[in-house]
């Protein structure tokens, strides 16, 4: 088999087989076949697309090309779920807890946040003493006994989208529905999942900017998720604005411990009440999504969803005391207040620049090595809807450094649009496929 007549058959539109998927991935991986002949099948497939076979092939593929993490010895449906990312999105961190105490079995590999999102690990590790690095007897015997464990991902887990990734970001091939589908789905199915959750994300700074393409991409998803024998459902969700008040490491925790009290933000709590809903019928643990939502409504009020993520810190080496007193967290000394200049309702509240705003108090990384102020951030105080008037307090900045809080500011203002017309208040949840 030749690379050369793999590419030559996708430029033509035809349909490659798996034996051809199967050859490009491994001898890519391998470093066998040079990057320029790689560019040149990714651009075609770019183009051309795939079928639903052939995308589900790759997957495939690319799920083989390293460690597959086996959960086949743990009774029940191991359940994983994953956003396609968002600014003050902590939806994995109430999730978890919330459905491992209504009795799933969540098994969740995250990552570090890069730019103006944030990461799960990152955010647990304002956690003092938390650690991410469990090993695999710990990481199953977890699952089956506490029903959760949220862990970094092992070098090895998918190496195939590591290079290939790499490659699509440098030759414009980033935004192809079966590239990023067979990327997202073959981590979480190397992952050990069962059955996968997906919330995708669509508007200003999400991968999908309309709600038309995001349905395309999960309905690519839940496509593999169904040719390989994964459960798959997936929210279509507006990324319009922040998911909640706070953005930051900490400052998230302490939200996520509201919602957890069966308080916080009502956006936040309703995505995760839905997704949460998913997961158990997708778990079998509930038949329908009111009875599921039911369900997890009664556990965020009595307290259990709280007692399974205090349960998670001790058992990955945390520091209970903060989840039992969330004023013990470390938060970073200086604050500034951000004012409105103009009176009128919040138009728009554009979640990047809020990101970005977030990254520059501290709390984020412009490159991968950058140390974390693990305390930094913001806490918003007018979304969209709210009327404002000069010299009302939008948000607060939350930072060790004095000096970030010029730029932070600056970015914070821009995010905020201010007009006298009132907005219409659009809902999150677009669509559940
Ligand atoms: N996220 C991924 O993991 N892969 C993509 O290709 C795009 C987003």
């Known amino acids: 088999m030749r690379l050369y007549d793999i590419i030559s058959k996708k430029r033509d539109k035809k349909e490659l087989s798996k034996e051809e998927i199967e050859f490009f991935i491994e001898k890519y991986t391998n470093g066998e076949i040079p990057d320029y002949q790689a560019s040149a099948l990714l651009m075609a ?16 593929a690319m799920v083989n090309s390293g460690d597959v993490v086996d959960l086949s010895m743990i009774d029940g449906v191991k359940l994983d779920k994953h956003s396609t990312g968002g600014v003050g999105d902590k939806t994995s961190l109430i999730l978890v807890p919330m459905v491992a105490a209504a009795g799933g079995k969540v098994a969740k590999l995250s990552g570090r946040g890069l730019g103006h999102t944030g990461g799960t690990l990152d955010k647990l590790e304002s956690i003092p003493g938390f650690n991410i690095s469990v090993k695999e007897d710990k990481f199953k015997d977890m699952v089956e006994n506490a029903g959760l464990v949220i862990a970094g991902q092992t070098q090895n887990l998918v190496p195939a989208d590591k290079k290939i990734y790499a490659l699509r970001d440098v030759t414009a091939t980033v935004d192809s529905i079966p590239l990023i589908a067979a990327s997202i789905m073959s981590k979480k199915i190397a992952s050990g999942a069962d059955a996968i959750v997906l919330d995708v994300k669509y508007g200003e700074g999400a991968f999908m900017k309309t709600a038309k393409d995001a349905e395309k991409l999960a309905t690519a998803m839940v496509n593999i998720g169904k ?74 009020k009595d307290g259990s969803a709280l007692a399974k993520l205090r349960q998670l810190v001790v058992l990955q080496d945390g520091d209970p005391s903060v989840i039992d007193n969330s004023e013990l967290f470390e938060i970073a000394p200086l604050t500034h207040k951000v004012k409105a200049t103009k009176e009128g309702y919040v138009y728009e509240l554009n979640a990047e620049s809020v990101g970005v705003s977030s990254l520059l108090t501290g709390a984020g990384r412009h490159t991968k090595d950058d140390e974390l102020d693990y305390g930094a951030g913001i806490i918003l105080e007018k979304k969209i809807g709210d009327y404002v008037k000069v010299g009302d307090v939008l948000a607060t900045l939350y930072s060790s450094d004095e000096d970030k809080f010029e730029k932070a500011e600056e970015e914070l203002q821009s995010a905020y649009a201010i007009k006298a017309e009132k907005p219409e208040k659009a809902s999150i949840i677009h669509k559940i496929i």
């Not at 497939?45 to 495939?60: H, V």
């Not at 009440?273 to 409504?297: F, H, P, S």
């Open 227 to 300: 040719s390989v024998g994964r459960n798959t459902s997936a929210a279509i969700t507006l990324n319009g604005e922040p998911l909640g008040y706070a953005i930051g490491n900490a400052l998230e925790i302490k939200e996520v411990i509201e919602i957890l009290k069966g308080e916080g933000p009502d956006d936040l709590r309703e995505l995760c009440l839905q997704l949460g809903a998913q997961m158990l019928m997708l778990g079998n643990i509930e038949t329908d999504v009111e009875k599921g939502r039911a369900k997890l409504e009664g556990i965020l």
């Open 45 to 60: 497939i770019y183009l051309n697309g795939f079928t639903t076979e052939e995308t589900a092939n790759l997957t495939m």
